[in-house]
Nanobody, 122 residues
Framework: QVQLVESGGGLAQAGGSLRLSCAASGLAVSRYAMGWFRQAPGKEREFVAVIAWTGITSYADSVKGRFTISRDNAKNTVYLQMNSLSPEDTAVYYC????????????????WGQGTQVTVST
């Protein structure tokens, strides 16, 4: 049974940082494309970042240069380091795994975590 468990969310001030973690069980993060998505109130879920099984990364334009996705194969965990946070980053952040390669499209992801709330105050 596959489980993705996000943690690390919380309240941050504008300009601050948070690091999200996604601990996986039932699959090896090194063999899947692992993505981060977010959903703000009243908005659709959107792509944030992805790391392919090759280690190649891709980011949404809105977070490029501020967020970094990485993984620790030994811990079977994926991370999202978020710097220079702004109130526009407030959302529930979801981790997801895709067996069909790195993608920005939600429908191509096979497994999802339950999400972790990130709130950025001014």
């Amino acid at each position: 049974q596959v489980q993705l468990v996000e943690s690390g969310g919380g309240l941050a001030q504008a300009g601050g940082s948070l690091r999200l973690s996604c601990a996986a069980s039932g699959l090896a993060v090194s063999r899947y494309a692992m993505g981060w998505f977010r959903q703000a109130p009243g908005k659709e879920r959107e792509f944030v970042a992805v790391i392919a099984w090759t280690g190649i990364t891709s980011y949404a334009d809105s977070v490029k240069g501020r967020f970094t996705i990485s993984r620790d194969n030994a811990k079977n965990t994926v991370y999202l380091q978020m710097n220079s946070l702004s109130p526009e980053d407030t959302a529930v952040y979801y981790c997801a795994a895709s067996s069909r390669g790195a993608s920005r499209h939600l429908v191509l992801y096979d497994y999802w975590g339950q999400g972790t709330q990130v709130t950025v105050s001014t």
